[in-house]
């Protein structure tokens, strides 16, 4: 009988043990928010697609653009739905030239924020944004 008990007890214990490691692991996926790091080709096939997405486009070289990240993972946190694309432009030579030639667009500032709309630039953002701009791309 006491065999029993004993390892009902053992039982127990590893219950609660896996119970808590389920729970830990649930609230990591709930909470944990990443930017979606894409490379160039990819944003060139979302746009030939027609997408519609936000992306910021920095060079993680730059410490604007570092800072801007972290500003971008502090709005996700608080909005798990919504979706950030980075692209790192560091090991690009010209990264003015290619935003503007991948965005049709005069300004190539680094960072860069876009909200596309079927493929089409709707909104072009240039430099760091606060938490509240970026919420107001959003709506």
Do not use: W
């Amino acid at each position: 009988m006491d065999f029993f008990k004993k390892i009902g007890k053992e039982v127990s214990v590893f219950g609660l043990v896996f119970v808590v490691f389920i729970a830990l692991f649930a609230y990591r996926q709930v909470t944990h928010v990443e930017l979606s790091t894409i490379s160039q080709d990819k944003l060139e096939e979302k746009i030939k697609d027609k997408d519609s997405f936000v992306v910021v486009v920095g060079s993680d070289k730059d410490n604007t653009t570092l800072n801007y990240k972290n500003v971008c993972l502090k709005y996700l946190e608080k909005n798990h739905s919504d979706k950030i694309y980075y692209v790192n432009l560091a090991k690009e030579n010209n990264a003015t030239t290619y935003i503007q030639k991948t965005f049709k667009t005069d300004d190539g500032t680094i960072p860069s924020t876009f909200v596309m709309k079927n493929g089409k630039v709707k909104v072009q953002k240039s430099g760091s944004l606060s938490y509240y701009r970026i919420a107001e791309l959003f709506k």
